[in-house]
C-alpha cells in the first residue's frame, strides 16, 4: 500500500483527500467497503490509468 495525503500550504494541514494505491483489486474493493460512508467520508475507486 501506498498512501500520498495532500497538504495545503498556507496552512500546512490536509484538506481532507488523499490518495492510497492498493496491492491489488480485491484489496481496493475491501477498503472501499470497510470505509465508504464512514464518519461522513466518501471512499472512491476509480480505475487505474496509464502513466504518462
Not at 475491501?30 to 464512514?38: G, T
Amino acid at each position: 500500500m501506498d498512501v500520498v495525503l495532500i497538504i495545503e500550504p498556507e496552512t500546512g494541514r490536509p484538506p481532507g483527500g488523499g490518495y492510497v494505491t492498493m496491492a491489488d483489486d480485491a484489496a481496493a474493493t475491501a477498503a472501499v467497503e470497510a470505509f465508504n460512508e464512514r464518519n461522513s467520508f466518501t471512499v472512491a475507486k476509480p480505475e487505474a490509468r496509464p502513466s504518462r
